[in-house]
């Protein structure tokens, strides 16, 4: 069973910077994709990057391009979400997902976490 556990998410004062974690379970992701979505307040769920567990390979939201890194770590199953600069409508749930194709489409991603909460403060 697959499992996608996000942690890493509270409160900030805008400028400040947040690292996400996704610890990833269940299967090897060796081919997949690991994506960042997130969700904020009356707000569609919105792509923010995705990175191919197997190269490294990253691509951003314009977004936020500039502002947050993806990396991973194969040993420990983990993707981060590196996050600069924060403003405050980077306000939202952060959602982890894997898919196996690198694309910013939400229908793309087969398995998804809970998410975790980013306040960014004015």
């Known amino acids: 069973q697959v499992q996608l556990v996000e942690s890493g998410g509270g409160f900030v004062q805008a400028g400040g910077s947040l690292r996400l974690s996704c610890a990833a379970s269940?299967?090897?992701?060796?081919?997949?994709?690991m994506g960042w979505f997130r969700q904020a307040p009356g707000k569609e769920r919105e792509f923010v990057g995705a990175?191919?567990?197997?190269?490294?390979?990253?691509y951003y939201a314009d977004s936020v391009k500039g502002r947050v890194t993806i990396s991973r770590d194969i040993t420990k199953n983990t993707v981060y979400l590196q996050m600069n600069s924060l403003r405050p409508e980077d306000t939202a749930v952060y959602y982890c997902?894997?898919?196996?194709?690198?694309?910013?489409?939400?229908?793309?991603?087969?398995?998804w976490g809970r998410g975790t909460q980013v306040t960014v403060s004015s």
């Open positions: 990175i191919n567990w197997s190269t490294g390979g990253t």
């Open positions: 997902a894997a898919g196996v194709r690198m694309s910013d489409l939400i229908t793309h991603y087969n398995y």
């Open positions: 269940g299967r090897t992701f060796v081919g997949y994709v």
